[in-house]
T-cell receptor
Framework: DGGITQSPKYLFRKEGQNVTLSCEQN?????MYWYRQDPGQGLRLIYY???????QKGDIAEGYSVSREKKESFPLTVTSAQKNPTAFYLC????????????FGSGTRLTVV | LAKTTQPISMDSYEGQEVNITCSHN???????ITWYQQFPSQGPRFIIQ???TKVTNEVASLFIPADRKSSTLSLPRVSLSDTAVYYC??????????????FGAGTQVVVTP
């Protein structure tokens, strides 16, 4: 079955360490996205990418970095510069500009201690 | 991007119809309306999208009046498993606005027996 795989589901890191969250899709979608969700709140866009080797900052890109070397992969690195990294991170993809809807992964819950 | 406003929460009993109205007063000509459903600790799931009038699928109906300044998601005969957060979004199809889906806090729907 096609879909988006995020790994790991839970991640614990010490403060000051960089950590990379994995996102892989086998839907042949061109566009991919990263969102952050805090408890009781909606999703906020971190980065998005329309094609390989191209990506744009979203609303809260500071302290995060991404790469898009392959169509099916869009990893997110949470750097030590992110002041409050503990959150639920969601990856999504869409075949075009999202007119047919986004497909989301099941998320990675990152806890920084 | 058009800002959306929807109720924070709604309660319902099993078997009833639930209608969630979303206002989007500054929706642009090229914008379309889409709704997502999210269960705790999962990624949002695309429910339905539309541009004008009425759209129906196996899960829900979406009613959009002629002025498109609001839309109503209708969930027929809800069950306990419909308890979730529902997000209304307005998405653009232009080069400047694609990829920038704005998720608000959504509407928490609670269905009780």
């Amino acid at each position: 079955d096609g879909g988006i795989t995020q790994s790991p589901k839970y991640l614990f890191r010490k403060e000051g360490q960089n950590v990379t969250l994995s996102c892989e899709q086998n839907l042949n979608h061109d566009a991919m996205y990263w969102y952050r969700q805090d408890p009781g709140q909606g999703l906020r866009l971190i980065y998005y990418s329309q094609i390989v080797n191209d990506f744009q900052k979203g609303d809260i890109a500071e302290g995060y970095s991404v790469s898009r070397e392959k169509k099916e992969s869009f990893p997110l690195t949470v750097t030590s510069a992110q002041k409050n990294p503990t959150a639920f991170y969601l990856c999504a993809s869409s075949p075009d500009k999202g007119i047919y809807g986004y497909t989301f992964g099941s998320g990675t819950r990152l806890t920084v201690v | 991007l058009a800002k959306t406003t929807q109720p924070i929460s709604m309660d319902s009993y099993e078997g009833q119809e639930v209608n969630i109205t979303c206002s989007h007063n500054n929706i642009a000509t090229n914008d379309y309306i889409t709704w997502y459903q999210q269960f705790p600790s999962q990624g949002p799931r695309f429910i339905i999208q539309g541009y004008k009038t009425k759209v129906t699928n196996e899960v829900a109906s979406l009613f959009i009046p002629a002025d498109r300044k609001s839309s109503t998601l209708s969930l027929p005969r809800v069950s306990l498993s419909d308890t979730a957060v529902y997000y209304c979004l307005v998405a653009g199809m232009t080069t400047d606005s694609w990829g920038k889906l704005q998720f608000g806090a959504g509407t928490q729907v609670v269905v009780t027996p």
